[in-house]
């Protein structure tokens, strides 16, 4: 199931590549949320990468993401996936061909959990 959202960009991070090949690439988003905003990190991973190339920080853009959830060392974490950016007052979309999130085969574990940040 796919959920989207709209704000602003706060921050644009530099891709990371692990030792596996796996590419990552997050971004936050500054949804406003009544009285207090929320600074919303959402990833993007593999070929989805490309889609921040042409972001900027401070643009409003509306994100389409899945929820993955994981279990860690009985852990669970929860990441938003992003897939598809619309970019607010111009008529492009970004996104790759394709509007499956990810390839059929990926799984959690085509990357290196010993790299996982947390």
Known sequence: MAYDLTGKIKIIQEPKTF???????????????G??????????????????????????????????GREYNGRYFNNLQGWKIATMGEDSTFSNESESPMPENFTSSDFDEGDIPF
């Open 35 to 68: 009285k207090y905003p929320q600074e919303i990190n959402i990833e993007f991973v593999q070929e989805k990468v490309s889609l921040l190339d042409s972001l900027q920080t401070g643009q409003t853009v509306t994100v389409t993401f899945d929820i993955r």
């Open 19 to 33: 030792d596996s090949g796996f590419t990552k690439r997050e971004m936050v988003v500054i949804v406003e949320d």
